[in-house]
């Protein structure tokens, strides 16, 4: 299947024989469908993987096993074996490494060279024209009705012609295709192709996390405590200085400065068509633009359809190139970011930085893949520029007020209630509470008490004597009195022991007495050994006994 024919004319045999061998081995028929949405028989340049290709669809569309028995039958079904060299070359590969990413790579390849074999035949017929003599009016006009007719055809979309780019699939082929995994560049938070957008309002610090992040990926360090993938970073900024970007990744410690670039200053002409040729000339592994707007130059970030259609290019680019591309933007109210939902919409992550009421930072996720970054306190190193995560905020509010619990026993320097410490303290009970157990089960700190009235929780640091019981006189307790059942005038029955059928309930109607009979359960022995309950006078104005 390896042609050995050598021209000037577009082709992808490496890409071609990888393909076509692939679905030789039956592993990886799940990615046959992918293969067939990219690709059309005719896209390939050396008839024998074209007629090897056909051969497998034609047996996956049989409903067949795609594996080396099965092609070789309808090679020699169709009189194709011999063309592909006979049943010797139709063969698994065991050295070839097969996935999606490689799959579409391969398809790609294929597809580009067919659509370049288009072009060059359209360029000869132009050099034809020109050698008989023809006008050059006629030959461009040719020139142009070929490539018309290819662009009709969905050819330069680089999609495959429109029959490709319309094909429905089943659900059984959508059940076929393989799990996706998603390639992170930073662990669980930012996907490799994918696009982020970090919100923060004014000073708040969305450069330097940005610059954070490009030390991190840089050289392969976690960044917000997540690991990450090393790669080629490029650095877009459009609004910091030169002087404040180089102090402050000087500070970090820069050691690999060849695996970050820049770009500083004015927004360059014709940004997303520079952006695409910078990507395919630097390969970058990410690319932070800081911030977007200046970029896009949009005239109202409220428009929705200004926003996505904006959006959609930097989107494509990502994807496409397999470079994470994040986004700075700036935050309105409740720091929310500014503008449209589309912005929202767009990416795959939504990083919130904000300012809590003590000065210290927080970021937070939203993801459209995998789980989101619960709320977490950054510190900001002085020294190095570096971001620290101190905990999530829930675990770092707890720790403040266990600390300031702390505090007030050392100062008290005496037994303290739970009250007064709930008092000293402004935060939610609940948290106080929480922190209070934490810190007596960790045995930071001691409690006596039961929590109950007169007897309430008092906490004091490790080695405070215990205090002695208050010793208070116990008020005389009210019982309920239980008549005694040889001093009432008829036997009370034991429903635990009684092994009558029924009880007799009373009630009180016109006539006297009416016995209604109640089942038992057979857990209730109810005896009659104690013999039946007198009548008791029940007339109007008559009493009824109320004890001895």
């Known amino acids: 299947m390896r042609t050995s024919h ?26 046959l469908g992918l293969a067939r949405q990219l690709l059309k028989v005719r896209d390939f340049h050396d008839p024998a993987n074209a007629k090897m290709f056909a051969a497998e669809c034609a047996v996956a569309d049989a409903g067949l096993p795609v594996d080396k028995v099965s092609i ?21 590969n065991f050295d070839l490494i097969v996935d999606e990413p490689r799959i579409r ?26 050698l008989n003599g023809e006008t050059a009016d006629e030959g461009l006009a040719q020139f142009q009705t070929d490539i018309a007719g290819l662009i009709s055809q969905g050819q330069a979309s680089g999609l495959g012609t429109a029959e490709s ?24 938070l930012l996907v490799a192709g994918g696009t982020s957008l970090v919100v923060a309002k ?17 050289h392969g360090e976690p960044f917000l405590g997540r690991r990450t993938r090393q790669g080629l970073v490029i650095y877009i900024a459009l609004e910091d200085k030169p002087a404040n970007i180089r102090h402050n990744l000087r500070k970090m410690g820069v050691r690999n400065g060849g695996n970050l670039l820049f770009w500083i200053g004015r927004s360059p002409e014709n940004a997303i068509q520079w952006l695409r040729e910078t990507l395919r000339e630097y390969k970058p592994s990410l690319i932070i633009v800081d911030p977007v707007q ?8 409220n428009d929705y359809a200004q926003v996505s259609n904006a959006t959609e290019p930097l989107i494509d680019l990502a994807r496409r190139s397999g470079a994470h591309l994040a986004l700075a933007h700036h935050a309105g109210k409740g720091d929310d970011y500014l503008g449209s939902t589309a912005f929202f919409g767009a990416v795959d992550t939504l990083l919130r930085l904000r300012k809590r009421s003590d000065g210290t930072r927080s970021a937070r996720s939203e993801q459209r893949y995998g789980d989101d970054l619960e709320e977490t306190v950054i510190e900001l190193d002085r020294a190095t520029t570096l971001i620290v995560p101190r905990g999530t905020i829930v675990a770092v509010e707890r720790e403040e007020v266990s600390q300031k619990i702390i505090e007030i026993l050392t100062t008290a320097g005496h037994w303290v209630k739970h009250a007064e410490i709930a008092e000293s303290i402004e935060a939610r009970r609940e948290l106080i509470g929480t922190a209070l157990c934490d810190l007596a089960s960790s045995n930071r700190i001691q409690r006596v008490g039961s929590g109950k009235k007169g007897s309430p929780f008092q906490y004091a640091t490790p080695g405070m004597p215990v205090p002695e019981q208050d010793v208070r006189p116990q008020a005389e307790s009210i019982v ?5 059942p040889e001093q009432c005038g008829f036997p009370i ?23 209604h009979s109640i089942p038992l359960v057979p857990a209730l022995h109810a005896s009659s050994a104690h013999g039946e309950r007198p009548p008791r006078d029940l007339k109007d104005g008559a009493q009824t006994p109320s004890g001895p």
């Open 72 to 92: 070789v039958e309808e090679l020699r079904r169709t009189g194709n074996l011999e063309a592909v060299g006979g049943a010797q070359n139709v063969t698994i």
């Open 493 to 515: 029955p034991d429903l635990c022991t009684e092994s009558k059928d029924t009880i007799q309930e009373m009630s009180l109607e016109s006539d006297g007495i009416v016995d």
């Open 105 to 130: 790579q391969w398809a790609t390849s294929i597809r580009e060279a067919a659509w370049k074999r288009h072009i060059h035949k359209a360029a000869v017929r132009l050099s034809r024209v020109a």
């Open 6 to 31: 050598t021209s000037l004319i577009p082709q992808a045999p490496e890409a071609e024989w990888a393909l076509v061998s692939a679905f030789v081995d039956p592993a990886n028929s799940r990615y």
């Open 294 to 301: 200046r970029l896009l130059h949009l005239s109202d970030t």
């Open 165 to 188: 780019r319309v094909r429905l699939i089943n659900f059984d082929e959508l059940e076929a295709m393989p799990e996706e995994d998603y390639d992170y560049l930073v662990d669980g």
């Open 480 to 484: 309920p009195h239980i008549p005694n």
């Open 202 to 218: 004014p000073k708040v610090g969305k450069s330097v996390t940005l610059q954070n992040l490009a030390f991190a990926i840089a």
